[in-house]
């Protein structure tokens, strides 16, 4: 039984969701003596490469080329295809972002099998994949058993412990030579604009303080910043202010947002529907703020405040600072 994880790097090491992902499969190989291997594209291979091995990979398979370089679905398809069958893998995992929404069904095509996204569990268990994703806009779950292999599934960051580095770690480096040729290459990249982050990525912070309708405007935000700073924290928000324009769409969390799994989330004026628990509903601690006392948020927090946070937010920054 082998799992391949799809790995990507940032500033020349492998991601928070990659190292997750590693140590998830694993998990799973070691259930049945399986192998983990991991398949990175792009340049500048083989020092990520170590670290995919020393986070649990048995095997690094590497690609490089000039139109790998950032994702593209036409050139890395077709590469990924092929290392995929060359791993011979039961699994496939991928980070449930938009390139890993994007790529897991056009890669599924390809391989003649099907896909689950979004998925928050995956379990082996009598030699068979079981998965577990939202549906419903989060109101429920599903349980996914495929009939083709391999299993193709996007996991959602959080779900799961990455493992500690281990340095002294042996494993296997295959260079892959992808036939690419840029006629294949069927749209082209005008520009990429990425939001500029401020402080720290929501996706690593210990503390996020997110905005809901309940703020009635831009301007609360502005308060949830000054609360953020004070706690060392990250400002996230839900669908709606995002939509309304009050805050950049970077700072989404939910369903169709990013997901999040701080050690504490301060939820003001947020109501606590499905779309967006589905986002946040594995923080550690979850803190309601808000003037309605029948709001769902209450149901998943462990403290709640009723009342405006206008005057709560100030006075609880008071105190923090007395700390």
Same mark, same amino acid.
């Given at each position: 039984m082998n799992v391949l994880v799809i790995a990507d790097a940032m500033d020349g090491k492998a991601t928070g969701p990659v190292c997750e992902l590693l140590g998830l499969a694993r998990r799973l190989a070691d259930? %049945? !003596? !399986? /192998? %983990? &291997?991991? &398949? #990175? #594209?792009g340049s500048g291979g083989d020092a990520v490469a170590k670290g995919l091995i020393a986070r649990g990979a048995d095997k690094v398979f590497v690609a490089e080329h000039p139109l790998l370089g950032e994702?593209?679905?036409? /050139?890395?398809v077709p590469v990924l295809a092929g290392i995929?069958?060359? &791993?011979a893998c039961d699994a496939i995992l991928i980070s449930h972002n938009a390139v890993g929404a994007d790529l897991a069904p056009r890669l599924a095509f390809r391989l003649g099998t099907a896909v689950a996204t979004g998925c928050v569990e995956v379990v082996l268990s009598a030699g068979r994949f079981t998965l577990t994703r939202p549906c419903y806009g989060g109101n429920a779950r599903e349980v996914i058993a495929f009939k083709t292999v391999p299993v193709i599934a996007t996991v959602r960051p959080g779900c799961y412990d990455m493992l500690a580095a281990d340095a002294s770690r042996s494993g296997t480096v295959e260079q892959v030579q992808p036939e690419l040729e840029a006629t294949a290459i069927r749209t082209r990249i005008i520009a990429r604009k990425r939001d500029a982050a401020e402080g720290v990525r929501l996706e690593d912070a210990r503390v996020i303080v997110a905005g809901g309708r309940g703020l009635n405007g831009a301007d609360g935000f502005g308060v949830l &910043?000054? #609360?953020a700073h004070v706690l060392g924290g990250s400002v996230g928000a839900s669908r709606v202010p995002c939509d309304l324009g009050w805050c950049p769409r970077s700072w989404q969390i939910g369903l169709t947002g990013r997901t999040v799994t701080p050690e504490l989330y301060i939820a003001v004026g947020i109501s606590g529907a499905g779309h967006h628990m589905a986002g946040c509903g594995n923080a550690k601690a979850i803190v309601a703020v808000n003037t309605d006392p029948a709001a769902a948020i209450f149901r998943d927090a462990r403290y709640g405040i009723v009342g405006d946070y206008q005057q709560f937010i100030p006075a609880f920054?008071?105190? %923090?600072?007395? #700390?």
């Open positions: 259930q %049945v !003596g !399986g /192998a %983990v &291997a991991a &398949a #990175l #594209l994702y593209h679905a036409d /050139a890395w995929c069958r060359q &791993a &910043a000054k #609360l920054i008071s105190e %923090v600072q007395k #700390l």
